[in-house]
Each structure stands twice: as structure tokens, then as C-alpha cells.
């Protein structure tokens, strides 16, 4: 069987036109980089990398060791290659501008370089989740304005999920894409060609701890989820919550579901858990890219005008005829 690369799989995306030169390089080179993590991530404690960092981030949330690698690996591979203005990172409270001795490119990166840290110590899967957007810096010195722009504006989008295998999930606005790393031969191999969600699931995943704290929108659909076939749904619905999001969208895009992070008491303050430029942007405008749909509840997540780097949002997505179900509650409160 002929196995295409992501480096042959971008090259075409090139000579079709639905990138340039530059964003080529970018992804090949958030490529490379989450090769390097998935290598860390993958040794544990052989590597000594398992634990707390001793260091707090912007968030105030204790850094682990491989939050501060991965940040670390992310930054220094995407620095050089000339085709970024500036990037933007969870774990980092300013924009990190590109050292002045290198050139600078014409796009914005984000990401969150380790998404689901409670889950390193033990075992189980994390990721890696990025958004790029255009810059519309004049100067060569991008500020935070430039990167307030709604999700919609994104030109690609992606995850790696360090899993039993690892994979890169990706978007550049023409349907999602999914590869998985060859450790042997150290390529990510196009194994997933246009993922879609299906638009109906009998799957949802949630923190049900926090139900005490939902909205009533939330509690009514869940609990309508929860009568299964003596409710009003008239069908069961079964249960699944990894607690790192880009497995939990992984399932998803697998095989259907929805994904809640809605609004609740704990943290109506900050304005939700998930951080709308590094978890709720990319992960929507991928789950929309495969036929599904992202909402905060109130409004499409890819039209949410952000207001700060980092920004909170409600995050509900996945199976479009379940997140409008969701969506249609919030109406009617
Ligand atoms: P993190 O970026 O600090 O790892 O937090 C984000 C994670 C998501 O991956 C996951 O969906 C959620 O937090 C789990 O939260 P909880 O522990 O409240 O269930
Ligand atoms: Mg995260």
C-alpha cells in the first residue's frame, strides 16, 4: 500500500492552493516539534519528567514538568524558521515576540502545548492543541490586539493526541485530517483522511461532579440523558470523560458525542474552564470542519469576539443535532 506522509500530504495541499509556502513550513514544523514532546511524554519517569515544575503559570494553575518541556520544545522549534510574527501560549503570560536576530513570517501560533497535565503523573492521555491565524501587524512587533480574532479567522488548526499512538489531527479549513507517528520511521503517516462526526450520538461526556454547579439548560439536558429510555429521549446514552479534551474530541471525531465544559458556579468568575484561543477555537474549528457543531451555549464559538489572550469560554461540541439541542435549552430559559 502507498503510504502518503504529512510532508507529501502538505506539498499537495500547496500545489492545490489551499496553503501557502509558509504555512506549510509552520505545520511542518508544529510537526517536528510534537514528535519531540511525544518522545518526552512517552519515556516518563525513565526521563525524570513526570511531577510538578514547582512554578505556577499565568493561570495561577502549578506547572508540571512536561507543561514546561512541551512549552519549551514548541517555542524554540517554531522561532526560526521565519514564518511566524509572534506566538501565544497557555503557559506563558505575554506574547512571546521572535528574537530579533531571525526574520519574521506573516502568521500568528497559539497553542496549548500540554492539554490535560492531570492526567501525565498518571498515565494516561494527553495532547497538544494549536491554532494559527493571520497577522495583522503593520510593524514587525505583533501586540495582543493582533491576536484577539475570532475563531473563524483561523487558517488551520490541530491537535496531537499522545495516546497508544500518536496522532496529529489537522485542518486548514478543508475537512479534518488525521496521521499517526511512525516511531520507527519518525513520519506521521496519513491514516485518516476527511474525520467526520456523525450528527446524532447516543455518547456524551461531561465532569458530572460539577452537575450541583450547571446552569439549568445543562442539568435539564443531562438529566434527560440520564433517564435513557424511560425519559423524554426515549433512548440511553452512555458515559465517557477522560478529563483531557483532546481525547475526549478525539472519541468524538471518531465516533460521535458531545463534549461539555459548560458554564457552571466554579467558574462563572473567570468566565468558564477552557481557554477559548488554545482549547475552544481550534478544537471548534475542527469538530465544524468534520460536520459538527461548537457552541458556548449562547453563541457559535468560532463567533466569539475575544477580549484576552486568556479568555475563558463555555465549550459545548460535537454531534450537531445534540449541541443545538443544548443550544435550543439555553434559549428557552
Ligand atoms: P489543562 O489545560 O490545565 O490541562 O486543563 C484543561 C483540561 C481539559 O483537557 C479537560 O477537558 C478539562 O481540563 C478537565 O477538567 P476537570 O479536571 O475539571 O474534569
Ligand atoms: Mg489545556
Redesign the pocket.
Given at each position: 500500500m502507498r503510504r502518503v506522509t504529512l510532508t507529501q500530504f502538505l506539498i499537495e495541499q500547496q500545489r492545490a492552493g489551499r496553503i501557502s509556502a509558509d504555512l506549510r513550513l509552520l505545520i511542518e514544523v508544529v510537526a517536528r516539534a510534537v514528535k519531540a514532546i511525544s518522545v518526552n511524554v512517552s519515556k516518563g519517569a525513565l526521563a525524570g519528567v513526570l511531577g510538578e515544575a514547582g512554578t505556577d503559570n499565568v493561570?495561577g494553575?502549578a506547572q508540571k514538568k512536561l507543561d514546561v518541556i512541551a512549552n519549551e520544545i514548541l517555542l524554540q522549534a517554531n522561532e526560526w524558521g521565519g514564518h511566524l510574527a509572534a506566538m501565544a501560549s497557555?503557559e506563558v503570560e505575554e506574547v512571546h515576540q521572535i528574537p530579533f536576530d531571525y526574520p519574521k513570517g506573516g502568521y500568528l501560533l497559539l497553542f496549548?502545548p500540554?492539554?490535560?497535565?492531570?492526567n501525565i503523573d498518571v498515565n494516561i492521555s494527553?495532547?497538544t492543541i494549536f491554532s494559527v491565524l493571520r497577522s495583522p501587524a503593520e510593524d514587525n512587533e505583533p501586540t495582543e490586539q493582533n491576536f484577539l480574532q475570532p475563531g473563524r479567522e483561523q487558517v488551520a488548526a490541530g491537535y496531537a493526541l499522545y495516546g497508544p499512538s500518536t496522532m496529529l489531527v489537522l485542518t486548514v479549513g478543508k475537512g479534518v485530517h488525521g496521521f499517526t507517528l511512525d516511531r520507527e520511521m519518525g513520519s506521521f503517516v496519513y491514516t485518516h483522511p476527511y474525520m467526520t462526526v456523525p450528527v446524532d450520538t447516543g455518547e456524551f461526556a461531561i465532569?458530572a461532579?460539577?452537575a450541583r454547579f450547571w446552569e439549568p439548560p445543562v442539568q435539564r439536558y443531562v438529566s434527560e440523558l440520564q433517564q435513557g429510555k424511560e425519559g423524554p429521549r426515549g433512548r440511553d446514552f452512555n458515559m465517557r470523560?477522560?478529563?483531557?479534551?483532546?481525547a475526549?474530541v478525539h472519541r468524538i471525531l471518531t465516533r460521535g458525542g458531545i463534549?461539555m465544559?459548560p458554564m457552571d458556579e466554579k467558574c462563572r468568575a473567570k468566565g468558564g474552564?477552557?481557554?477559548l484561543m488554545y482549547?475552544a477555537n481550534p478544537m471548534a474549528m475542527i469538530i465544524e470542519q468534520a460536520g459538527g457543531a461548537a457552541s458556548t451555549g449562547r453563541e457559535r464559538i468560532l463567533d466569539v469576539q475575544p477580549e484576552k489572550l486568556h479568555q475563558r469560554v463555555p465549550v459545548i461540541l460535537g454531534s450537531l443535532n445534540e449541541v443545538e439541542r443544548v443550544a435550543a435549552y439555553h434559549r428557552e430559559e
Open positions: 493561570q494553575e497557555e496549548d500540554l492539554d490535560g497535565s492531570s494527553v495532547g465532569n461532579s460539577n470523560w477522560v478529563a483531557s479534551m483532546v475526549d463534549f465544559y474552564k477552557l481557554r482549547e
